[in-house]
């Protein structure tokens, strides 16, 4: 081997072994996430602040990972910035200061960086705004946070300013928020001109693969940045993790689901989304708030028993957990906050031994509607929230799928509701079922719309055009679900009717109303009541494919009724 050659794969081989050490470890368990979004109206920024004090208070309440404020949201950053524009009040240099001490405490920190929200560079650049097909800025009024587009100049200036923080200070990653372009897309000059030169049409289509080269070209310039500088650092952005993000994943060192329950995303959401998430292999993170509502909420704090539930919820997930707080202008961490978070970490550190390393096993997986309904960050779909809720409660493990989803690995999947027979989802569930995999299909899930019948010949019913009557009965076959009271169980959203193709069995059947409710004609106060049991099938199984004439878990998502939970539980055996 020639000297030069022996160097090279030398270096090889160091560089390979740092990336598979840098793979390799873990995520903090226990983290904060420091907000700071300060008007430039508020005096003395940071004048409490003292580093010693700032690292003794998290260590004592077991924090081992922070992340930290370079730039908030109103467009300051927070440490002296020479191309980024300094908070008008700022004491002292906060980033380097928390960087210096966290660092000395063997605290991990990242910082925190805003991207689409920045009200400073909006009001001298309002060029740079989303704008409308009229060209009127896109977003609510003020107060809210005003939207600029990542197509502008703008983004050289993101770079520039990136650039001065990884030149001053070593972190260990860097946490980009609000990462978005308008679903309806943008129509200020740059975006016009982009689409016109790429050959995307002004369709939802073409809008929306242009709203995804913008965001994958910010990601890639940002991480190439970081990465020159610090190339196992952390790299994470925001508002993205959605159905449909796994084309992104290349950029992100790992994934953090922000789903602060009581402050707009409920408490089924991370239960829905670390389901999804956890497919898509990379270490995870769950982060709730400590505040009694959401973000900013000063003077509201959390009781102890819902944020122990949070956190330990993340981890019985494979997540690690992160606790939102927001840092107070004058740069002291507030003593109760810390005493209760320190609370729920020593509770969170007694189980990571139990926590390392983990895999979730999934025996059931559920096709989310987020593969056509349309999902943002903070709202599921009703469909995915009804399973999602439905399958929790039945203390069911199960993951959510996306369409390019193995499905060999579960033992039963359901396709709920209003899936659609995309051809390689119809020809994977075929194999599946082929293989004796066993399915559970409702309501108009795989019908095809050109020939109005189920694309999945499996499933062993005809459709026969639609229902009958608004307010139907579902009643059991005598004998059908052990167990469950054989009576007549009103179905509150409207299912369809169809027949049972020979060889297929039919667990239960309509009753139909006397009539339906309306001006003309109604009985008592609600729904008119049942007339005669029919024949005509709610529920059949022909081998292992259920298949249900009713959007059950919508139902469940609306109307709450148990009986859709209590006949799922015996369906799924
Ligand atoms: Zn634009």
Same mark, same amino acid.
């Given at each position: 081997m020639q000297r030069r050659t022996f160097l090279l794969s030398t270096v090889t081989a160091v560089a390979s072994s740092r990336l598979a050490a840098a793979a390799a470890k873990e995520l903090p368990f226990r983290q904060i996430h420091l907000d700071f979004h300060t008007s430039e109206h508020i005096p003395d920024i940071g004048a409490d602040f003292d580093g010693a004090e700032f690292a003794a208070t998290l260590k004592k309440a077991r924090?081992?990972?922070?992340? /930290?404020?370079?730039?908030?949201?109103?467009?300051?950053?927070?440490?002296?910035?020479?191309?980024?524009?300094?908070?008008?009040?700022?004491?002292?240099? $906060? $980033?380097?200061?928390?960087?210096?001490? %966290?660092?000395?405490?063997?605290?991990?920190?990242?910082?925190?960086?805003? $991207?689409?929200?920045?009200?400073?560079?909006?009001?001298?650049?309002?060029?740079?705004?989303?704008?409308?097909?009229?060209?009127?800025?896109?977003?609510?009024?003020?107060?809210?946070?005003?939207?600029?587009?990542?197509?502008?100049?703008?983004?050289?200036?993101?770079?520039?300013?990136?650039?001065?923080?990884?030149?001053?200070?070593?972190?260990?990653?860097?946490?980009?928020?609000? $990462?978005? =372009?308008?679903? =309806?897309? +943008?129509?200020?000059?740059? %975006?016009?001109?982009?689409?016109?030169?790429?050959?995307?049409?002004?369709?939802?289509?073409?809008?929306?693969?242009?709203?995804?080269?913008?965001?994958?070209?910010?990601?890639?310039?940002?991480?190439?940045?970081?990465?020159?500088?610090?190339?196992?650092?952390?790299?994470?952005?925001?508002?993205?993790? /959605?159905?449909?993000?796994?084309?992104?994943?290349?950029?992100?060192?790992?994934?953090?689901?922000?789903?602060?329950?009581?402050?707009?995303?409920?408490?089924?959401?991370? =239960?829905?989304?670390?389901?999804?998430?956890?497919?898509?292999?990379?270490?995870?993170?769950?982060?709730?708030?400590?505040?009694?509502?959401?973000?900013?909420?000063?003077?509201?704090?959390?009781? =102890?028993?819902?944020?122990?539930?949070? +956190?330990?919820?993340?981890?019985?997930?494979?997540?690690?957990? %992160?606790?939102?707080?927001?840092?107070?202008?004058?740069?002291?961490?507030?003593?109760?906050?810390?005493?209760?978070?320190?609370?729920?970490?020593?509770? /969170?550190?007694?189980?990571?031994?139990?926590?390392?390393?983990?895999?979730?096993?999934?025996?059931?997986?559920?096709?989310?509607?987020?593969?056509?309904?349309?999902?943002?960050?903070?709202?599921?779909?009703p469909v995915d929230q009804g399973f999602t809720n439905m399958l929790v409660e039945l203390h069911q493990q199960f993951n959510v799928l996306d369409l390019d989803e193995d499905l060999a690995r579960y033992k039963v999947v359901i396709v709920p509701d209003e899936i659609p027979p995309f051809p390689a989802l119809v020809e994977k569930l075929d194999r599946y079922v082929a293989a004796g995999g066993a399915l559970i299909v409702s309501h108009e899930s795989l019908l095809d719309p050109a020939t109005r019948q189920f694309a999945l010949k499996q499933i062993g019913v005809r459709y026969q055009g639609p229902a009958k009557f608004e307010g139907e009965y579902l009643a059991l076959k005598p004998g059908a679900f052990p167990g469950i009271d054989e009576q007549n169980y009103f179905l509150y959203q409207r299912g369809v009717p169809v027949t049972a193709e020979p060889g297929t069995e039919v667990l239960a059947t309509y009753a139909h109303p006397y009539f339906d409710r309306s001006a003309e004609r109604f009985s008592s106060h609600k729904q008119t009541p049942p007339g005669p049991v029919t024949d005509e099938p709610v529920i059949t199984r022909r081998g292992r494919v259920t298949y249900i004439a009713n959007p059950f878990f919508r139902s469940y998502s609306e109307d709450a009724y148990g009986v859709n939970k209590l006949l799922i539980a015996r369906l799924i055996g």
């Open positions: 924090v081992n990972s922070i992340n /930290v404020f370079a730039k908030c949201h109103h467009g300051w950053s927070y440490y002296d910035a020479k191309v980024g524009r300094p908070h008008p009040h700022l004491k002292k240099d $906060l $980033l380097g200061e928390m960087v210096k001490h %966290c660092r000395a405490n063997a605290i991990d920190i990242n910082y925190y960086y805003s $991207l689409v929200w920045d009200v400073d560079v909006a009001r001298r650049h309002p060029e740079w705004l989303w704008r409308d097909r009229d060209g009127k800025p896109v977003g609510d009024p003020l107060p809210a946070w005003p939207n600029l587009c990542m197509n502008t100049p703008y983004l050289d200036l993101v770079v520039r300013e990136n650039e001065e923080i990884l030149s001053k200070y070593e972190t260990d990653g860097a946490w980009f928020d609000i $990462l978005k =372009q308008p679903p =309806q897309g +943008c129509y200020c000059a740059w %975006c016009r001109k982009d689409r016109a030169e790429l050959g995307l049409a002004e369709t939802p289509a073409g809008i929306r693969r242009h709203n995804k080269t913008v965001a994958m070209r910010v990601e890639k310039r940002l991480n190439g940045i970081v990465h020159q500088r610090f190339p196992n650092a952390l790299t994470f952005y925001n508002s993205r993790l /959605v159905v449909g993000v796994r084309d992104e994943l290349p950029y992100y060192s790992h994934i953090e689901i922000e789903s602060l329950p009581t402050g707009g995303w409920g408490y089924s959401h991370f =239960q829905q989304r670390v389901r999804y998430m956890r497919t898509l292999g990379k270490d995870m993170v769950g982060m709730t708030g400590r505040f009694h509502k959401s973000w900013g909420d000063f003077g509201g704090i959390k009781n =102890q028993a819902a944020l122990d539930f949070e +956190c330990t919820n993340f981890l019985a997930n494979g997540a690690k957990a %992160c606790v939102g707080d927001q840092l107070h202008p004058r740069g002291r961490l507030d003593a109760v906050t810390y005493n209760r978070i320190g609370r729920t970490y020593a509770k /969170v550190e007694a189980l990571e031994p139990w926590c390392r390393g983990t895999a979730a096993v999934a025996d059931i997986g559920v096709v989310s509607t987020a593969v056509v309904a349309s999902e943002t960050t903070q709202k599921i779909t």
